[in-house]
């Protein structure tokens, strides 16, 4: 579950988010819209802790993060999968997803090798583990992106605009990602200007409007 409570973010005299509240459940897709220089992007990047913010709450089931101060509370819960996908070039796939698990949270290789696979199969990249990102599609290193931040298990995971440089079949296998990661429990916020994109994956469409949330509608 991913709560937002009145959050509100300025650069200098520039007062980008205006008290934002929304929520997302465990397992759902949220999918944030609205025109460029909206807020949308600010918005992720405080939830995923690399943006201060002025006041407000950011609450991940039970972890609250009330201030700029707590990010860590919050870290490792919170994935990001950004527009340029930011994979190691010198890494090849395997070594990519494996890469923060043994670096930094200190698992074995052998247990973060065996949940790598698990994750490649989900994002339909088995037989690619060997792979460099330049040998791979646009929509290939996407996926492996997507492997590379649920390798650290989060219980929320961002996008930004992942469908921007992506074909329409390509997006489908996309979308098909998102589902099977929702139902295995993450909770999905997705940043996208592609409304057929958002009609298909989301459950609740929010409209960010010069930094308010002007509306939140559930899809059925
Ligand atoms: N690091 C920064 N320093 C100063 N101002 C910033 C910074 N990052 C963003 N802004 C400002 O915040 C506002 C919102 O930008 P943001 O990138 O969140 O928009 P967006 O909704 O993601 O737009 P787009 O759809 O074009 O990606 C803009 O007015 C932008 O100039
Ligand atoms: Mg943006």
Redesign the pocket.
Known sequence: MLEIKNLNKS?KQ?H?LKDISFKIEKGEIGVLL??????????LRCINGLEEFDNGKIIIDDKINNNSKDILTLKGKIGMVFQNFNLFPHLSVIENIIEAPVNVFKETKKEALERSRELLDIVDLKDKEDFYPYELSGGQQQRVAIARACALMPKVLCFD?PTSALDKDTIKSIVNVMKKLKSQGITILI?T?DIGFANEVADKLIT?SKGVVECVEEVS
């Open positions: 650069f520039n980008v609205g025109k460029s220089g909206a807020g949308k992007t600010t918005l605009e940043i200007h960010i």
